[in-house]
């Protein structure tokens, strides 16, 4: 695997974008690919620890690695976002 394909994996669009407040509650940002969410939870997220986020971040390394999709990325993101307290629209 390629360098080239393993940042197509992390750049490559979800199927349906989440909506999520990581600064205030109703002030959404866009996650819509599975670097969008890596970066959102290494930068931005309000818990350092937690289950699905120790998972969602697993997953989002086996997706560089092709060993997993961006669907399964993004179902992980959102139960990390669940377990964070975080407002999502999905």
Known sequence: MTQDQS????QAPWSK?????????????TIDTTQAASWAMIEDWPIEDGAALDQALLVCADVIKGKRTGE???????????????????
């Not at 399964?72 to 407002?87: H, K, Q, S, T, W």
């Open 17 to 29: 974008p989440v909506l999520v407040a990581l600064d205030e509650p109703g002030r959404y940002v």
């Open 7 to 10: 940042e197509a994996r992390m």
């Open 72 to 90: 399964d990325a993004r179902r992980a993101f959102i139960a990390a976002a669940v377990e964070a307290g975080l407002d999502i629209k999905s």
